[in-house]
């Protein structure tokens, strides 16, 4: 996106952190992007990104500064527009450290979350499953039983990134009693190296391979006090649910104006015969522009929780991962067999475009929780 074409309060060309995550992105991260399309877990990088607070904007800082939800989907937009797995892998560490500090746990919120923050751990988030469960798309997997002093956590979640034997993630449980569910569900941050937490490869995927993507087994895992972050979880959730699928909009971004940054790359020597293609450069360009200013908009209020929000959050997400998958394609055809070679950015954002389709919330879930949102009976 060039700040030059934005409404002058969205142009923030000189914002400090920005200027730190672009030196970043376009140097360290762009040397290991095919690297980390290959399967290698950037953690170098991450921290890098972290410490320099492109992780934690938006956050309440230390000093009470009120997180900046614009200036953390710009951050991870710039590192999407390199690398979409690293990009993804910001937004798993963000809502993860969404999670810590909205619990309002002392136990998550001190030393924890400010490790968290500078980059010191690393984290991510196991909500796809409950996001979908919500959702009515398929059943809750990891099931919770009560014991003394606090859980006992059983069930397998079948992918969750941004892992390591010594990570963390958000996961949730539906609470069982006697076998039988309650209706209520526990959310709790989920050790990788707890007795009875088994990481398992997962099978090789089309891309992300460097995500750190595993399966996490769960037998007899004990949560504790020291590690719950809402009983019962939902109306955690329902404040926390905007801001989560809004930091996604940070990655399609970047995916969107890498391509398009591609396109223009061929410009000088094959726009002669790249006008007659569709979604040219500047058409996509003014449409992506058009985009990241709705989401800036509705990133002044995260913590919206009506329903007319929401929907315009999903809305602006869908719209997103469909001008993903355009400008993805778009780029390749504008790029022709020069994109198609395995080293080129231009067909590793093709499937980075895919995913941000696919992965939760997928365009057809978001269509789905559209539909709930709009038709739903309102309370007298
Ligand atoms: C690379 C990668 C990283 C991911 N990272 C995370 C993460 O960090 N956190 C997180 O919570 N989720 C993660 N996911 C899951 C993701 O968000 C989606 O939930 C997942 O891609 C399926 O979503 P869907 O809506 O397409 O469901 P569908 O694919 O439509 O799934 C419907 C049902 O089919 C099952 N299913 C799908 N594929 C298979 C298969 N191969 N074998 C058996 N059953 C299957 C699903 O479990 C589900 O019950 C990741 C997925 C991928 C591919």
Redesign the pocket.
Known sequence: MNPADLPPELATPCVPLLEAVRAIAQGPLAAQAYAIDRGAYPADVLKQLAAAGAMSAHLTQADGTPGDYRLAIQAMAEVAKVCGATG?MMW?QCVAGLYLQASGNPALMGDRLAQHMRGQTLG?????????SFAQ???L?LKATPVDGGYLVNGT???????APDHY?GAIAAVQVDGGCTGRELMFMLRCDAPGVTLKA??E?S???G?G?YSVQCKDLFVGADDIVADPAKPLIARIRGGFVLLQCGIAAGVIQGAIDSMWAVEGQLGHVNRFLEDRPADLQAECDGLLARVMKLAETPFDTSNDYFIDVLDARAHGAELALRAAQSALLHQGARGYLMRSEVQRRVREAQ?VA?????I??LRKEIHRLSTEEMPA
């Open positions: 993804f798993c991510g988030t196991g909500l796809s499953n409950p996001m979908k798309i398929e059943a997997l979640l079948p992918w969750v990134s941004n892992l993630f997962c099978p995927f891309g992300m391979e995500t993507t995913f696919i992965v939760t919330p997928a057809k879930h």
